[in-house]
C-alpha cells in the first residue's frame, strides 16, 4: 500500500506540471489555453486568477465536458498548493483530456509572487434559489447572473413600457434599476401602468416603482429620478448606465436620449405603442442605426399624434415592455442576436409581428458619415405631447 506522499510522487511524475511564471505568460498572451481553479468556494471567493474558470474538486469531472467540450483543448488546473490539480490533472487525462498542466506550487506562488488576481462575486445561497432557473441553462449560468447583478439599466418613464421592462428586469436580478419619471399615480395609469396600485394613486411614481420592485426582489437598488430628462441634466441622469430601456412617451425626451446616449455609448432599448401597434429597436452603443436615422427630425407639433387623446390597449405596453426587458438582459449578459439593425412591429388586433431591416444613414445628423459625435449639441424640443 504506498504512502499518500509516494502515491503523490508518482502522479506528479506522470503528469505535466506548469510554473506559475508560465501561465502568467498565457495571461499576457493568451493562447486560448482555459485555466481552471478547482479550489472550494471558501478558498475561491479570497481570490482567483483573471479569467480563470471555477469548478470545484468534487464537481471538475462532471462539468469539465460542459465547460471544456474539446477533448485536446490546453488545460491548466490550480489549486491552493498543487497537489489536489495534480490528481485532478491526472483524473481528466482519464476522462480522454489530453492536453491537461498542473500548476505546481499553486494559489499560494501564484499571490506570493504579486500576480494579478481578481476577487470574485459570488451569489449567496439565498440567491442560488432565486436564480436557479437562469443559473441552470449554460448560456446564462453563475457568470450571466454574477453580470446581471453588477448591472445597471436606467428606465425612461415608469408608465407602460417601464411597469412590466422594470418588473421582469428586476424579477432577473439586474442590480441597480434607475427609474426617471416627474409623475404622481393617476387611477387613469393603472389600466397598464403595472408598477402601480390603487392605493398609491397621488404617489410619485418612483417611490411607487421602488416599493414595487424592491418587493419583488430586494437584491434590488432602486435609484429615483424624479425629473424630466433636459439637456442641463441628461448626463447626470445617464451617468453609470449600462443600457437604457426608453418607455419615454413623448418625442423631446427620445431625441434627447438618443443624441446623450450617442454622446455616451450606451445602448437603448426603444419602444413606442400606439392604439394596439407596438414598435421596438435596439440602438447599439456605437450608434448605427440610431432614433435620428429612423426620424431624423421630430414632427412639427401639429402633426404629431395626441398621445393625451390617443387609446391605447391596456396589455400592449405589456407586451413590448417584456420584450425590452429581454433585449436588455441579453445586452447585458451579451447572448443571442440583439434587435439593432431591426424594428419590429407588433399587430396586437391581427396578431401578427413584422420586422423591418433599419439602415444606418450615411446623412444621419448624429452618427452620419463624418459626424463628430463630441460636438453633437443636445436639443430640448417643445414639449408638444406630454403624456
Ligand atoms: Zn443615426
Redesign the pocket.
Known sequence: MPSYQSYLKRIKSEIQEITPQQVKELLDRPDGTRIIDIREENEYVQGSIPGASWIPRGFLESRIEDAVPRRDAPIVLYCAGGNRSALSARALHELGYTNVKSMSGGWGVWKRSGYPFHVPVVLSADQQVRYSRHTMLPEIGEAGQIKLLESKVLCLGAGGLGSPSALYMAAAGIGTIGMVDDDVVDSSNLQRQILHSTERVGMAKVDSAEKTLRGLNPDVTVNKHPVRMTSENVFEVLAGYDVVVDGADNFPSRYLL?DAC?KMGIPVVHSSIFRFEGQITVFPAQ????????YPEPPPPDEAPSCQEAGVLGVLPGIMGVLQATEAIKLLVGIGEPLSGRLLIYDALRTKFRELKLR??PK?????DGVDRSKIELIDYVQFCTR
Request: proline share 12%; glycine share 12%.
Open positions: 438618443n450617442l450608434g448605427q442605426p440610431c432614433y435620428r436615422c429612423l444606418r444613414d444621419c445628423p448624429t452618427c452620419g
